[in-house]
């Protein structure tokens, strides 16, 4: 009741600023299918809006809504860096969305694997109050008592989940792309500290349909063109090799190279779970040239997978980099290295205004203890026999369309034959959100914390949405802006 009440007042003062038809003039559209109305006196998408919103629990916002009023007025003053979904999310909890319009969503994407413990956690709303009211930031030139008491965490609860694990000290920053930066030029200064009369061992190896980020450094190693065309060349020094192929790790990775940086399962690029062999090969290369591996957990990572790092029982890295689920939406990250690693790294080396404040830090405090406790982890286990047996459901009802299953724990894969898109849309308004990957690839991250009721609630949705694109009762018109690693020029 209070969430409608808050909700409506905040769509009331929204309102009142932009200029809605009133429920007079709507109420027609709400019932248009008990209405005769000449073809002649709407456009073909007037036309849909009307059929869709009058027979679909969560339409789309139509041309005349409060949302595409403010979308048009927000518009011009935003880097166009984003094509979004139509709704606008204004209100969370737990595993559901609501949107402007009140439309409420069950959410299978998690903000992209990172709201673990769902929306506004009520914990983490207190500790949000409390340590505002204390103290927010005061920069690294002062200790204050969560970046530390964070960082002893992160190590003690490795180790732990592992005996052969070599984390010994973390570096706090803001993002998943920034841990990363930190570990490749942690890695290159191993290098030059350990190596100095080898300057050209400064090579980084990173593998196809990877993700590792956005900035130069961390674009560098995504070898997508999508991405890295609009601002090459990239930095100099990386090389490419294929993801679970040990065919040429012997060519690919070299007395040069100084790092190698690999997901563990690979989020962006199709939900591709490397093969422990793989990884071995790739620790024995390592080791053999005395080049740094690193380990992107930063969206298999933090009990996704029902351990608390998807690497747990496979050969152990030198770094580990972390984010999303980290923050459960406040921006965060980490870079967990060994002795060997932090030996190297000196003060001025590397540095960061924001990383590490009391606030973020006091927050993923919080939130990793929560995702650390052993009942966690085997309920995402138990989770991910559900979601596999609607899966496997829906692979028997459309067998020419879901290829394979893929992933493990709460990220998961359906690898499709077809463009997913129509079926993203479809889905979004009967109530799901879902989102894509790699190439044809729905990808489902939903919040660890996820009810057995809200998987098959989703899963019957799904079900739905992808019988009306299939058997193509009804056009669906897919959503751009669905997929981070979209295949150039879709």
């Not at 290829?403 to 129509?422: A, F, K, N, V």
């Amino acid at each position: 009741m209070a969430l409608r009440v808050v909700t409506k007042r905040a769509s009331a003062a929204i309102k009142s600023t932009y200029h809605t038809p009133s429920l007079e003039s709507r109420n027609p559209r709400r019932n248009a299918s008990a209405i005769a109305v000449p073809a002649s006196n709407f456009d073909e998408d007037s036309s849909r809006d009307i059929i869709a919103e009058a027979s679909l629990p969560t339409p789309d916002p139509p041309s005349d809504s409060t949302t595409a009023a403010m979308v048009k007025d927000h518009a011009p003053y935003m880097v166009a860096t984003y094509v979004r979904a139509p709704p606008m999310m204004v209100k969370g909890e737990g595993c559901y969305l609501w949107d402007v319009e009140n439309r409420r969503y069950l959410d299978f994407t998690a903000g992209i694997a990172v709201n673990a413990l769902g929306h506004s956690d009520p914990e983490m709303s207190k500790l949000i109050s409390q340590q505002a009211r204390t103290l927010i930031h005061t920069s690294n030139l002062y200790n204050n008592p969560w970046t530390g008491a964070l960082s002893k965490l992160i190590v003690s609860a490795t180790r732990s989940s592992n005996p052969a694990s070599q984390a010994s000290k973390v570096f706090i920053c803001n993002s998943g792309s920034e841990a990363n930066e930190a570990a490749l030029k942690f890695a290159r200064k191993v290098s030059k500290v350990l190596h100095p009369d080898s300057p050209q061992k400064h090579e980084i190896v990173s593998f196809h349909d990877s993700f590792h980020g956005r900035t130069m450094g961390s674009l560098s190693a995504t070898p997508n063109p999508k991405y890295q065309t609009p601002f090459a060349p990239m930095l100099p020094g990386f090389k490419y090799g294929i993801y679970n192929s040990t065919a040429d790790l012997h060519n690919l990775i070299t007395p040069q190279t100084c790092g190698v940086i690999v997901e563990p399962i690979q989020g962006e690029g199709g939900v591709n779970v490397a093969s422990p062999d793989f990884l071995q090969a790739v620790r024995d290369r390592c080791t053999e040239v005395a080049a740094v591996l690193i380990y992107d957990e930063i969206q298999c990572g933090l009990s996704r997978t029902g351990q608390l790092w998807a690497h747990q029982d496979l050969p152990q890295p030198d770094i580990i980099t972390t984010a999303k689920a980290l923050g459960n939406g406040f921006p965060i990250g980490a870079t967990i290295v060994s002795d060997a690693v932090a030996d190297c790294v000196v003060t001025g080396d590397h540095g960061t205004t924001f990383g590490g404040n009391p606030l973020a830090c006091r927050l993923a405090h919080y939130v990793f203890s929560r995702l650390s406790q052993p009942e966690l982890q085997r309920s995402v286990l138990a989770k991910e026999k559900i979601f596999r047996r609607g899966f496997q459901k829906l692979q028997q009802r459309f067998p020419d369309t879901i290829r394979e299953i893929r992933g493990r724990g709460l990220i998961l894969g359906l690898q499709l034959s077809r463009d997913p898109t129509p079926i993203i849309t479809a889905a979004r308004e009967r109530g799901l959100l879902i989102i894509t990957c790699g190439t044809n690839t729905l990808r489902f991250v939903p919040p660890l914390v996820i009810s057995e009721g809200e998987i098959g609630e989703g899963l019957a949705i799904l079900g739905e949405a992808m019988e009306v694109v299939l058997r193509g009762e009804e056009e669906v018109r897919g959503t751009k802006g669905q997929q981070e690693m979209a295949p150039k020029g879709r």
